[in-house]
């Protein structure tokens, strides 16, 4: 049970229970802010992020807990972030929108669409000016973010300075309640990338086999010198935007379709007829992300609070803890 | 003038519908665009069900491209339409600034005054719900820096109601700033119009002024109630406009009282409340019995857990201990 | 001699006379601030304006002398403006970048690049709101331009809404002394529009039939209601960027290669060949044009300075004497 | 210390470059970037002939991208560069405030102090070239505000030389604001280093304080010379730094002279002049013998002819006026 097809499905699973007792702990006011849920898009993290090393670099946004997971920041460390605790991934300062975790390279938790893009840009120029050879910087962003100007001028500087960015257009068709459709004048993002000349494709974003394979791919691209390279997951949120939203602008068939090619349950079906996986074995992965989630939450509600009096900390250089990545 | 009305209670966020709705249908070069504010009836539904009243042309779904869509705006009203752009929070509002300062606010000067921009800027803004660093700022301060633009705080029912429409009959840009905690606050209408310049004294007081703005003023209002218990009467003044400011109004309150105290949800450093206290100095300098005190938030990002958020901005005791500084400052000078 | 190709010509040489006195009045420091010439461009303006009519709404850049002598801003008027007086056409509040004409539809004159792509969308989501059918803006704007964002926002809006905007490009190949080739990922500008599914062509900006013809062509698209259309003129500005730029980025020969295609001198050329004009013809032009210049220059010298109590006067709303355009 | 050694004369413009040189040579992570910084050496020629010591990759073009090229500046820091950024003016930075706010000054905090930012970001300020409303903003009160960002203004060539050596030794995001008149000024460099928060004396005096920063630190002196010779002692102090500001330093000389003027290129309202006014009120209220009185902008965007330009922006004699203000109120009070 280690092989890299049961490590795909454990990880969607991880998030999926992660996240689904997330939302629980939202209606009991444990997480409070915003919290916007991964679920239905566990593909595109799990397989993206496994073909990552631990040298690379990840920028995302505020739906981000998933990738987080997948990175390796401990299930503990995120859930006492979402509630606020010191003992969180940011020292509670950040909340769901904001994960942070320097050893990791995981760079936010960013909570303005589009804003994300140029720092992962910067990240990869220092990975560039620096020799790093190798290194990737992989940005999340939904597809939302590329009607903003920072979208169109971070591709532009990675792509004239040729840097080692894997941009990732997590494209669930829908920004809060505003579709693609309405809001591009081009639906084809591939030729947003073009206009870079970046080299794009598109991938099945529910298919967790799909986006690894596909970043493995742009990665050698990118890896090997050949500049950024842009890839379109096709997916879809099966929860609201975010806690607040009540979800009325999406068609219930719509949604049926896609909650039918669900990343998780597919994929398990597959690997059991295929016989890779028994379901035995697939019972006990859901188990397993229960026990890490139920941890997790006993950590959150175990940890302490940031003491008052340390309110204005981390605003400035006050102490040398803080980094930058090497 | 007919005497004030009072009628059915309403919520803020209800009272900006109902300007809005009037405004379009007296007439129809007025429209609202912003990101969701069809279907979806923008983040914090204020524009809810609009859309169907007036169809998508007027109620019209923006991309997310903040610069994009405010400079759409103001081309719109030098086009002869009225438009009201909705930015969502006054978070993403930094995109759009360039559009608002080096367009908006300069066009009618750099042309000599042969064009005007009549469009309605609204946005959401404060922090409060642990929304963090990102989604929690108070920029009011650098809007109401700026030559050009007018910038109203409505804090009532009522002036969001009217303030709204007479935002709308102004010929120039106006920013109108929606405290995300008003949305859901409820009161009667009082009958309109109302102005867009003018302070207003909400609670009468003899022995300090607090002035406070938009989501502040209902914590100086309880802070008045506690400082009456320790007898201590406290008039509070509502700006409503953040720019012009009306120093008259709080020059007039401070020459009676001779103390003040200014309370402002944005950073303390160059800021509102500098402003503030710096115009009432200079108006009633010789009549302060102490330095006007700045109740303000704290130096630092707006954190996300609650205990840390508020602390950092200021809360119903903060503006009580403001007062009594201010109170018995004076007190050791005697 | 009142031909479309005489006028051409003529405003050709109204733009390049007017210049080349501007930038002596420099020298004198008559003229303050920024002066940006258009000397080399005149082709653009002169045949695109040609195809606008009067009720359409013209945008333009800190280069905008050349857009607002053929729009019909009288010479004196402009001139005022240059020297900053209150008879200018902007009451001498707005100097050479800040031209506007209200009731010529002449939106400025504006120094922010790129920052006046959403004001022209605006304009023609008014036209297009308002029922003015057949209204065109046309907004004119370097190639330096299209790297920022504000330009990305601004087609995408423009596109999607389907307005009628005539997006002008006016590569000249250098943003001060940035050139395209260094600043775009993809030099290729028409794909940039092809990335919001907006008609784009390229045009000889070199040559005023051409650039006439092209507008006519791209202004029926519009004006039928076929949405914006995005015209790349290729052309070259013979001085330097503006009057500090010491202009030594660009290669002598390269200089050279386009002066030898100044659009009047090949145009003028043309015309004695083809027997449509004579020299004789075309040394009035040069004549008339330079007596223009001198009244606009006797104008500016006579005109008035705004009293200096008259300070803070437009900056809101004092009087009903400023208009929405209607 | 060492005496401080008087070197060769040097401009403001040559001083700024030899920072960026030595910290280029000193440091290899060092890079500046901008907009025509290469062959063309910038727009005020600040980075003129670097790119011939330092190649292209180190003294870097970008294209006409303000948020793109700022942001990448964030990252590069964050990626363990130490990027120089510059943005041409501060006119243009409103493009970029999306980049500098909610990610520069916000991400130590938001990270609960994982990363820092070392990150400078040069622009030129301000206003006296003609170059009208889109050209002319003094806009650092903006900036002043954020927590998170630290703010300095050099006024001199020694100043130019060691605050941009040291605010490239400063781990968080550093904003430097060059102001366009002081490019051509010239004068020895002190010995360094200078640290990034003190204000500084540059004139004593004992009847009045004034206080200015950037391009109104020469008309204040110039100002205090006139005031001399009608028997005024005027004290001149450079802020330097406009956040954190030096309140110890104003406070230490209002204590002495009882009487402050601020002079602010910065438009009037909310702005930078207010927090200084409000600043010294809070701390020397008692011992002040009249307002502090505010020489600021006029509100009106910045016109392009001379003469309403003068008129919009202080003067030495706006300066004058406003002490002689001061000096008479306080008497007629007195
Ligand atoms: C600049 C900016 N504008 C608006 C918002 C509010 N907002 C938050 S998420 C969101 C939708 C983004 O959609 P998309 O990029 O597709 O990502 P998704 O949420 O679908 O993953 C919006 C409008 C924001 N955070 N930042
Ligand atoms: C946003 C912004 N950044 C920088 C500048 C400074 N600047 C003025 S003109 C110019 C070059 C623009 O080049 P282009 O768009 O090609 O137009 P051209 O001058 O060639 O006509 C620059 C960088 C500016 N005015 N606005
Ligand atoms: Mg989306
Ligand atoms: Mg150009």
Known sequence: MTGPQTKLLRDMIRIRVFEERCAELYGQQKIRGFLHLYIGEEAIAAGVISQLTKDDSIVATYREHGHALIRGIPATEIMAE?????????GGRGGSMHLFDAERRFLGGNAIVGGHLPLATGLALADK?????GRVTACFFGEGAVAEGEFHEAMNLASIWNLPVLFCCENNLYAMGTSLQSSESETNLSLKASSYNMPSWSVDGMDAEATAGAASRALDTVRGGGGPVFLEFRTYRFRAHSMFDPDLYRKPDEVAKWTERDPISTFSAQLTSAGTLTQEHIDRLWVEASQETQDAVDFAEAAEWEPVENLEDHVGATDGASVVLV | MTAPELAAET????????AIREAMIEDERVFIMGEDV?????????????YKEFGRDRVRN??????????????????????????????FSLLALDQIVNTAATLRHMSGGQFHIPVVIRMTTGAGRQLAAQHSHSLECWFAHVPGLRVVAPATVTDARWMLKAAMADPDPVIVFEHNGLYNSSGPVLPGPVDLTTAEIRRPGTDLTIVASAGMVSKSLEAAEQLGDRNVSAEVIDLRSLR??????????????????VVDEGWRSVGLSAEIAAGITEDCFYRLDAPVCRVASREVPIPYPRHLEDAAIPQVH??????????TGSLADV
């Open chain 1, 82 to 90: 979402m509630y606020g605790k010191a003992a969180g991934c940011s």
């Open chain 1, 129 to 133: 000016m620096l020799h790093r050879k």
């Open chain 2, 11 to 18: 919520t803020y966020r209800d009272a900006l519908r109902e």
């Open chain 2, 38 to 50: 069809a279907e979806y009836g923008g983040t914090y539904a204020v524009t809810k069900g609009l």
């Open chain 2, 62 to 91: 923006t991309p997310l491209s903040e610069a994009g869509f405010v400079g759409a705006g103001i081309g719109a009203a030098l086009g002869g339409m009225l438009p009201i752009v909705e930015i969502m929070t006054v978070n």
């Open chain 2, 244 to 261: 012009p400011l009306d120093r008259a109004t709080l020059a007039k309150s401070v020459e009676h009282t001779s103390r003040a105290v």
């Open chain 2, 318 to 327: 903060d503006i009580v201990a403001g007062a009594m500084t201010v109170m």
